[in-house]
C-alpha cells in the first residue's frame, strides 16, 4: 500500500507552511483563546489520534488526509512542547535534550524492527505507524528547538529563521555532491523545518515590541491555512492528473 507522498521540493513547501500554521494555531488556541498548555495538548494529541487511525486505515494516499496528520502532529507538538518548557519548567535547552532522547529511541526501535527506514518505501501498518511517531517527536523537538534559537540563544525570530535555512541549504548540497545516507538527510531536514515554522510563525503573530510583524496568531493562521490548501489542492490536481486514462488526458487537452 503506497499511503505517503513523494519527497519533492513541493513536498518541502508543503512541510514548512504546515508547520508554520502548526505553530500559530497551537499559539492561538493555547495563548489566544486562553485554553493553556495542558488542555490544548489533550485536545489536539486527541485530534491527532482520530487524524492518525484514519491515516492507518485508509488503502491508498489521500493527500488532504495525510496533511491533516502532518498539521495535527504541528499543532499537537506546539503545545506539548510549550507545556514541557514553560509550564512543567524544563527549559527549551532540556526539553530539547529530553524530545531528542525520544526521538533517537523511536529510531532506534525502528532500526532493530526490520521496517524500511526509506520513506517512499514505506508499505506496512507497523512502518507507517513508526513513521508518524517519529514525525510527532521532531515536529514536537522543533519547537523547543525553534523557541530555544529565537529566545535564549539572542539570535531572535529572523536570526533563528536564517541560521536554520542555511542549515538546510547545506543538506541540499549533501544530497547531491557527498554519499551520507538519504534517509538521515531526510529526517535531519525533516527536524530542521519544524524550527523554521516555529520560528517563521513566531515572527508573522508576535507583536513588533518581540520583533516580529504583529499579524496576531488569527491573522497568521488563517493566510497560512489558505496557503496550505491552496498547496493541498495542486496536489490532488496533479494526483487525478497522474492517475487519468490517457483518453481523459487526450479530451482534457482538446478541450483546453
Do not use: C
Request: aromatic fraction near 12%; avoid cysteine.
Amino acid at each position: 500500500m503506497k499511503k505517503l507522498p513523494q519527497v519533492t521540493l513541493a513536498f518541502w513547501i508543503m512541510k514548512i507552511a504546515a508547520t508554520t500554521l502548526g505553530e500559530t494555531g497551537g499559539d492561538l488556541l493555547a495563548q489566544t483563546l486562553n485554553v493553556g498548555y495542558a488542555v490544548s495538548s489533550m485536545i489536539l494529541v486527541g485530534l491527532f489520534l482520530v487524524s492518525l487511525v484514519t491515516q492507518l486505515r485508509a488503502k491508498r494516499f489521500h493527500p488532504v488526509l495525510y496533511w491533516t496528520v502532518i498539521l495535527s502532529t504541528s499543532t499537537a507538538g506546539t503545545t506539548m512542547s510549550d507545556f514541557m518548557n514553560r509550564t512543567a519548567g524544563l527549559g527549551y535547552a532540556r526539553g530539547a535534550l529530553v524530545l531528542i532522547t525520544a526521538l533517537a529511541t523511536v529510531f532506534l526501535i525502528w532500526r532493530f524492527s526490520g521496517h524500511s527506514f526509506h520513506v517512499e518505501r514505506i508499505s506496512t501498518f507497523g512502518g507507517e505507524l513508526l513513521y508518524w511517531t517519529a514525525i510527532l517527536f521532531s515536529n514536537t523537538l522543533g519547537t523547543s528547538l525553534g523557541d530555544f534559537l529565537a529566545d535564549d540563544s539572542g539570535l531572535g525570530y529572523s536570526g533563528g529563521a536564517f541560521l536554520i535555512a542555511g542549515l538546510l541549504v547545506l543538506i541540499l548540497i549533501a544530497r547531491y555532491l557527498t554519499p551520507v545516507s538519504v534517509t538521515l538527510l531526510f529526517w535531519t531536514a525533516f527536524v530542521l523545518t519544524r524550527p523554521l515554522g516555529a520560528t517563521v510563525g513566531d515572527f508573522f503573530s508576535k507583536p513588533t515590541a518581540k520583533g516580529g510583524l504583529g499579524y496576531g496568531t488569527i491573522g497568521s493562521s488563517l493566510v497560512l491555512m489558505a496557503v496550505l490548501a491552496a498547496l493541498i489542492a495542486y496536489t490532488m490536481w496533479q494526483q487525478r492528473r497522474r492517475t487519468a486514462p490517457p483518453d481523459a488526458e487526450r479530451t482534457a487537452s482538446a478541450i483546453v
